[in-house]
């Protein structure tokens, strides 16, 4: 389970990022391409330059760069999600259309595009193949979310029902099922406020808050990806303003640690611990890309205005997962 999220400041700045809430890691680690580089698309097997400089948390199989969450220099970000038993790839090239395999989309998007709705327009034209990088990777079952500068979001899913696209008004995501689905069932949740309710009576007994909090007894505490989407959808809707960078990369953590999976809370059919290995915030403005994992809770900071992207190879950082103090005395 994951969840992404975008939020704005009071001057217009986004942020974007996610919960990567998994039980194994990837090899994950922070990673450069720069625009020149080169990578052979396993669908159709020609040669793909990339055009902007991206950056994000990803991993190289063979020689393949892909990325869990990434933005380009221009700010336009994505997010893959876990989308198991819906997802749906084709299993041949599709005629007329631009063929991609789903591991390959964000760097498409990125890529090519400065806005989500280029990206919307661009998507008409693509089509999603079930072409693993190697015999050993199957494909990741993803859905994603994009957000720009501006702060507009879409959500992409692929079903066997196909290619849909959906305007994101609530800037979150987690995974199954459908986004209309999570969407619609926020309908159930328009009785929480942050605000205690007010004085009532019942039959001849006075009713009152016990408190702060009380507007939002039953938003659904537990961890499943219908629950957290009500969760960070609520919070996201409260938020007071945001009045700098400081303030919304603090925010942003803070958020994603309200639905955060938590070792012994989740654990997977075979007996594993399924927690929030990481946790990724994306400054679109600036392109700078913070992280914190769950063993190490200071921030980590790479910014892609301090590389030379003049260069063909991926440049990348070590994941750093051990706990660093700041002894006080
Ligand atoms: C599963 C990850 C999404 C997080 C999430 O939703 N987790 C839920 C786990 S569970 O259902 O609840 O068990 C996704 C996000 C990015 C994915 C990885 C990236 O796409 C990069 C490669 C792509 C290859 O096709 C598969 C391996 C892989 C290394 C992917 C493994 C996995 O599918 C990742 C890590």
């Avoid at 698309?41 to 869990?68: L, P, Q, R, S, W």
């Avoid at 199957?138 to 692929?158: C, F, N, Q, R, Y």
């Avoid at 790479?302 to 990348?316: F, G």
Wanted: charged letters at 20%; hydrophobic letters at 40%.
């Amino acid at each position: 389970m994951c969840t992404a999220l975008s939020i704005k400041t009071a001057d217009n700045k986004v942020f974007f990022g996610r919960n990567m809430d998994l039980a194994y890691n990837f090899n994950q680690r922070v990673l450069i391409m720069p625009p020149n580089y080169q990578y052979q698309d396993k669908v159709t097997g020609n040669v793909v330059i990339n055009h902007k400089a991206i950056i994000g948390m990803g991993t190289v199989i063979d020689n393949h760069a892909t990325f869990a969450e990434a933005m380009n220099k221009d700010g336009l970000a994505c997010a893959g999600l876990n989308f198991g038993g819906y997802a749906y790839f084709e299993k041949e090239s599709v005629e007329g259309k631009l063929n991609i395999a789903p591991y390959d989309l964000i760097q498409w998007a990125l890529s090519n595009y400065t806005t989500v709705a280029e990206v919307k327009e661009a998507i008409k034209e693509i089509e999603l193949v079930d072409a693993p990088i190697n015999s050993e990777t199957p494909v990741a079952t993803l859905h994603w979310m994009l957000s720009d500068k501006s702060g507009e979001s879409i959500v992409v899913e692929k079903t066997v029902e196909g290619i849909k696209v959906y305007d994101n008004p609530v800037g979150v995501m987690t995974n199954n099922p459908t986004f209309d689905w999570h969407l619609t069932n926020l309908n159930e949740y328009l009785f929480l406020s942050p605000v205690h309710h007010k004085k009532s009576v019942w039959s001849n007994k006075e009713l009152h808050s016990l408190g702060i909090g009380s507007g939002t007894l039953g938003i659904p505490g537990d961890f499943a990806s219908v629950s957290r989407f009500v969760r960070i959808a609520f919070i996201r809707a409260n938020i007071p303003s945001i009045n700098s960078d400081n303030e919304a990369v603090s925010q942003f953590f803070n958020m994603l640690d309200y639905v955060k999976m938590v070792r012994g809370g989740a654990m997977t059919e075979e007996g594993v611990e399924d927690l929030t290995i990481y946790s990724s915030c994306m400054d679109l403005d600036h392109g700078i890309y913070f992280y914190r994992t769950y063993d190490n809770s200071r921030i980590n900071v790479i910014d892609i205005r301090k590389e030379n992207v003049e260069t063909t190879d991926i440049i990348s950082f070590p994941y750093l997962t051990e706990q660093d103090y700041n002894f006080q005395n």
